[in-house]
């Protein structure tokens, strides 16, 4: 049973950083694939950065070039570093994992098999 926990949300001003962490359990190994979604005023998850077991990481247009994602596999922990936010980031935040074989970094393509509780992200 994967699961999948969240940290590091809050709130902060605008122009300023803030790193998201997930730290998955339950994985029988190391080829899965991770991204972060937040929550759109509809109430849908939106992807906005993906990363895979071989480095790969891709981004929505809204936060390329703020945003990266990375990974320490010794921690078996996702992280999404969030730097240049914006009130428009302000959301709830979260890590899903996408189980499948052979899964690569698409925010497109992502397909989320295990979710996490999600964190708060606040900009003013």
């Known amino acids: 049973h994967v699961q999948l926990v969240e940290s590091g949300g809050g709130s902060v001003q605008a122009g300023g950083s803030l790193r998201l962490s997930c730290t998955a359990s339950g994985v029988s190994d190391n080829k899965y694939c991770v991204a972060w979604f937040r929550q759109t005023p509809t109430g849908e998850h939106w992807p906005v950065a993906a990363?895979?077991?071989?480095?790969?990481?891709d981004y929505a247009d809204a936060v390329k070039g703020r945003f990266a994602i990375s990974r320490d596999q010794s921690k078996n922990t996702w992280y999404l570093k969030m730097n240049i936010l914006k009130p428009e980031d302000t959301s709830m935040y979260y890590c899903?994992?996408?189980?499948?074989?052979?899964?690569?970094?698409?925010?497109?393509?992502?397909?989320?098999?295990?979710w996490g509780q999600g964190t708060q992200v606040t900009v003013s």
């Open positions: 899903a994992a996408d189980l499948r074989r052979g899964c690569y970094a698409s925010v497109r393509r992502f397909s989320p098999g295990a």
């Open positions: 990363g895979d077991n071989d480095g790969g990481t």
